[in-house]
């Protein structure tokens, strides 16, 4: 063998050394496969600029530790976040600022630097108890509307991370001051304050609250005298109930008027429509709720009725629209009752009722349920004969009833008739 042939197989040799070059195929191949992905991370603790979070320790046999990411007021990402490294399933991270949400996530790596995904985040924030910094003094108090015992007052929104809300002071007569002035907290930068004298000049201010209690001093103050300018609108939406109950009775009722000096409802009833516009002899009765229940009611009476509202200055709105209604006398039930026999298409039948608009029926199989049917009819129709899916069984007994409508609800009802089914010659 010459010497240079002696120098090549040495230079081979030697490289395939270094390489692991074989003739044979190589069995080594790269590790690309990421660990799992950690699970259940949680926030222990969060105070005093440090967070300890924990999750659950990864299964695997290369594992060499954590990352865990954390972002300011945005979601986290592997690029952008800020990052550590943890050889166990739990780290503290220090230097956070109070009031500021942070995001939080964790990824396990592995011996190979093979990174898994992101676990699911957490978000939390914490505040500073040891901070005595009041916020901004709250700018530009406007009176946006004033009039009828009420005041509504904007202003700038304050803009600070661990704003709570704003004081509202109002005083009548002298300037506001948080000690002898009304207060009422609200979290939003407008409010309105009812329940105030006509005739009284009032002052308010406005204050800005942290979470940490600290109150800044009190805004410019304004003043305005809240005088009664209009009368109430009439009261909207009006419905009425007659119910023949265990007392006879006419329920009436409608919308909450919107003003902010309502003090109360009148109610007006009459027999005719034209008897109420006398309102000294159709007025019944204040209330304060919006509903009345007449129980002074005769059965087969009809009764007609309007309702004003009035202010604590005592003026009244006109009146609202019209509502009449009547209670029923019970339904009279013809057949079958009693505990007939009769087939399994019963015909039911009932006497009519003066003023009912229609009739509902109900078949049911027990006194207390079991409804098998049910059927509306008009004011005119006092038979109809069974129509339903389930077929009524032979020696068995079931219950009817009759309900009369007037508007929409049942307004009086008949006692229960019962009969039993006889399709085999009983």
Sequence with gaps: MSRN???????????????????????????????????????????????????????????????????????????????????????????????ITYYFAVSSIDESDNESSLSVQVTGKYQDKNDTTPPPVPLNLQLSAIGNGSASLVWTPITVDDLKGYNVYWRGGAKADPLSANRKFVENSSVTIINLDYEIIYYFAVSAVDKNGNESALSNQVNGKPLNTTSPSPPANINISAVNDIIPKINVFWSENTEPDIKHYNIYRAQTSTGLEDSSSSYVTSVTQEYYVDVNVEVGVRYYYRISAVDKENWESTPSSIVSDLVLPPVSLVSPINYQYIGDHPQFTWEPVEGATKYVLFLTSSRIGGEIWYTEVNKNTTQVTYAGNVTLISGNTYYWRVGAITIKEINSESTIGTFVVNTGGL
């Design 5 to 99: 042939t002696l120098l090549i197989v040495c230079i081979f040799s030697a490289l395939a050394a270094l390489y692991g070059c074989s003739s044979s195929t190589s069995n080594n191949s790269v590790d690309v496969t990421s660990p799992p992905v950690p699970a259940e991370l949680t926030i222990k603790s969060m105070e005093n600029g440090t967070v300890f979070l924990t999750w659950s320790p990864v299964k695997d046999d290369e594992l060499k530790g954590y990352y865990v990411y954390w972002n300011e007021g945005a979601e986290v990402d592997t690029l952008t976040s800020h990052k550590l490294f943890s050889e166990s399933a739990n780290a503290a991270i220090t230097g956070l600022k109070s009031d």
